[in-house]
């Protein structure tokens, strides 16, 4: 009878300490699941600030951008020959002239930057060997826009050197009207504004 009652212990102690245990396992995993839950929850609410914080990046950007500093030409330049039509009253240089490339850009804000390279005039002149800018020293560019009547020189940069080998670099904000419709650009030999040897466009 004292074994029966002894076994009988033992089992209930048996079944205590596996009851102990089952509930230890559960409320770990639910330890477990809950710091899951959590990391998960951690990690959706990082991205979201690194997308809120991407998107007022690029609002910021956007507001940064000065709206009239968008252009108003973006071309290539073509250089001229005696030939050319005159353009609002402005006649093309006296000789050919060659271009190895050039490029203007006229933004809304006046910012004009024109690059020529290798602008030269192709026979030999007078004194000068073929191939050369001379006797070509300075160029300048005016901005001509849409007016009644025709294209009106609205701006003329100051001139800037021009290299031998026809290389110069015009970078300078100029005051154009408030309307400025169709804009194009001249460029001229020696600081006068009556000849052109260049001109946006192709050849």
Known sequence: MRKSRTRMAAWAAVAALLAILSLAGAVGASARDGRGSDDGGQAAQVRGHEQ??????????????????????????????????????????????????????????GRLRLVVKGLVIPVAHGTFPAGTARPVTTVSASVFCAATGGHTRSATSAAVPISEQGDATIDETLALPATCFAPFVLVHPNGGTAAYIAVDGRR
């Open 52 to 109: 809120e914080s991407e998107a007022a990046r690029q609002e910021d950007r956007g507001k940064g951008e000065d709206q009239d500093a968008a252009p108003l030409l973006r071309a290539a330049l073509a250089p001229t020959v005696p030939t050319d039509p005159t353009i609002a009253g402005t006649a093309p240089g006296g000789l050919p002239w060659v271009l190895e490339r050039g490029s203007v850009l006229l933004q809304g804000d």
